[in-house]
């Protein structure tokens, strides 16, 4: 699958912050894992991986519905310890 091999080559290139998942219901929806140390660093991540300049960019060409149907989401830990203040 081309977008495999795309991807593939970009994790390569993105070092370790960034891991690729393929439900098992549901073949071919992939889930990009990205790691960051901070709020801004997720958002910097965040506006890269969307910018049309970026190479993960392309990727919406294997998306069926193209851009608008790429979801990206920043989550941060939760629990009791982490909403304790």
Partial sequence: MVYLAYADTLMK????????YEGTDQINLFV????????????????????????WYRITEWIPG???????WTFKPAGVSQNAG
Avoid: F, Q, Y
């Avoid at 790691?35 to 910018?51: F, G, H």
């Avoid at 193209?66 to 990206?72: I, L, P, Q, S, Y």
């Fill in 32 to 55: 990009e894992i990205w790691s960051a140390s901070t709020e801004e660093e997720a958002e910097d991540i965040k506006k890269e991986r969307c910018n049309e300049r970026s190479p």
């Fill in 66 to 72: 193209g851009a608008d149907k790429m979801h990206v």
């Fill in 13 to 20: 290139e993105s070092g370790n912050n960034v891991h690729l």
